[in-house]
């Protein structure tokens, strides 16, 4: 199963870009990566996912170097209203895209 | 579509009672995943179905959880007898049939169950 590590927690600022990187050295040739977002007193919320280089949504936009062992999670420009638990995640390894497993996330505080 | 729905929102019941949570899945949907939510442990696959079958629980913690899904549109996380070390939020989630390896799932509100 591979296993994701990310940093614990980060603090911003309104208007600052925001980058959180995951580590997945384990990742399979079939895994996809995808990040989640969860807001207190709600269930995750998907942002983004990609396979490899770069992806980009009205969201986020993810880097993916050519080893696929980390991914970066871009937040252009966030307001106080990005502040939440990032999750990022990989595929089980087994190509079943049924399973997903999160980690312990990264809780990103935006002061003003 | 209204999303996933789960019910109830809350749920305090004393140990030893058999508590029940229910959720919706979203229509057209054909997996669906039980999550279990606290502080300590994070959040943890219980168990997921696909097809309304069971594919994998072993991320059930004991014989006192089970769950069901009779049909598409339904399904079931049972606790009996529980257990004050059971309180935790606990959320259901459905995605679509795996396309493309699309890892989209949708999750609801949530279940905050309190056991005294």
């Known amino acids: 199963l591979a296993k994701t590590t990310q940093p614990i927690s980060m603090d911003s600022y309104e208007g600052q870009e925001v980058n959180i990187t995951c580590s997945h050295n384990?990742?399979?040739?079939?895994?996809?990566i995808t990040w989640y977002q969860q807001f207190p007193s709600q269930g995750p919320r998907f942002i983004i996912q990609?396979?490899?280089t770069k992806v980009t949504n009205e969201v986020a936009s993810l880097f993916i170097p050519a080893d696929r062992k980390s991914s970066t999670l871009s937040l252009p420009r966030v307001s106080l209203s990005d502040t939440a638990v990032y999750y990022c995640?990989?595929?089980?390894?087994?190509?079943?895209?049924?399973?997903?497993?999160f980690g312990q996330g990264t809780t990103l505080q935006v002061k003003p | 579509d209204a999303g996933v729905i789960q019910s109830p929102r809350h749920e305090v019941t004393e140990m030893g009672q058999e508590v029940t949570l229910r959720c919706k899945p979203i229509?057209?949907?054909?997996?669906l995943f039980w999550y279990r939510q606290t502080m300590m442990r994070g959040l943890e696959l219980l168990i997921y179905?696909?097809?309304?079958?069971?594919?994998?629980d072993s991320g059930m913690p004991e014989d006192r959880f089970s769950a069901k899904m009779p049909n598409a549109s339904f399904s079931t996380l049972k606790i009996q007898p529980s257990e004050p070390r059971d309180s935790a939020v606990y959320f259901c989630?459905?995605?679509?049939?795996?396309?493309?390896?699309?890892?989209?799932?949708?999750f609801g509100q949530g279940t905050r169950l309190t056991v005294v």
């Open positions: 384990n990742i399979a040739t079939n895994d996809y």
């Open positions: 989630a459905s995605s679509p049939p795996a396309a493309g390896s699309t890892d989209e799932a949708f």
């Open positions: 179905f696909n097809n309304n079958v069971p594919i994998d």
């Open positions: 990609g396979y490899k």
């Open positions: 229509s057209g949907h054909d997996y």
């Open positions: 995640l990989v595929g089980d390894g087994s190509g079943n895209t049924g399973k997903l497993i």
